[in-house]
């Protein structure tokens, strides 16, 4: 494996909403452990430009709820520009089960598995299989995501991976109502990792804000 190398991307805004359920905060680019409840849903939108390569892209998520403890998860990322072929990214579907959870008047603890495939969109692009699990801590101000995926390669498909580890913070309330729902503002400092088979290992600072309302966030 070559040497690690950091880079840096800038411009991230992402705009999430709820259909049918309260809105939570999560990382800006962890997955979460905490529940949409059944037939619930969240999409999320993020425009990403990258300084070094110069790209813009757009990546629409879908998380819909099956139950309290079974989620399905959807990707789909689309390049903006430059303009060319290719620029349909695969899409990711994940189911996501609880598996452990310990729930208190302050706050949750919640473990789950993530299982699922890579579609390509493109005929020339190969299937991957992907597999992981995600942490959610919740108590009072603070929550802590913690996630790693691993995307194995079908074919001609190398193989992949990823790790988050995101912490939120609550700046606004510093107490919340006993009853309703009130807006947050929330920092976000997260450390992320991308590999690919034979190439380097890309690690990534981010740090972000979030306001929350009852069914929309937005979050850069």
């Known amino acids: 494996m070559k040497n690690n190398n950091i880079t840096a991307q800038i411009a991230i805004l992402l705009l999430s909403f709820g259909i049918s359920n309260t809105v939570y905060g999560m990382g800006l680019r962890s997955f979460v452990a905490l529940p949409v409840e059944k037939d619930g849903a969240v999409v999320r939108l993020a425009f990403e430009h990258t300084k070094k390569s110069d790209i813009d892209s757009i990546t629409t998520s879908l998380a819909y709820g099956l139950s309290a403890n079974q989620t399905v998860l959807l990707g789909l990322p689309y390049r903006l520009s430059p303009a060319g072929k290719d620029r349909q990214g695969d899409v990711s579907v994940l189911y996501r ?34 597999a992981g699990f995600v942490f959610t801590h919740f ?5 802590i995501d913690v996630d790693f995926l691993y995307q194995l390669g079908i074919d001609n498909r190398l193989d992949s991976g990823r790790y988050d580890l995101s912490w939120q913070y609550r700046l606004f309330p510093v107490d919340r109502p006993n009853w309703g729902f009130a807006s947050e503002l929330n920092t976000v400092v997260e450390l992320n990792g991308r590999w690919a088979e034979d190439n380097t290992v890309t690690h ?17």
């Open 139 to 143: 108590k009072n101000r603070n929550e």
């Open 204 to 220: 990534q600072l981010t740090l972000g804000l979030q306001w929350i309302h009852q069914k929309v966030v937005i979050e850069g």
């Open 97 to 130: 089960h609880i598996a452990w959870k310990n729930d208190s008047f302050m706050g949750t603890d919640r473990f789950g598995v993530l299982a699922g495939l890579v579609v390509p969109t493109e005929n020339d692009r190969d299937t991957a299989v992907q």
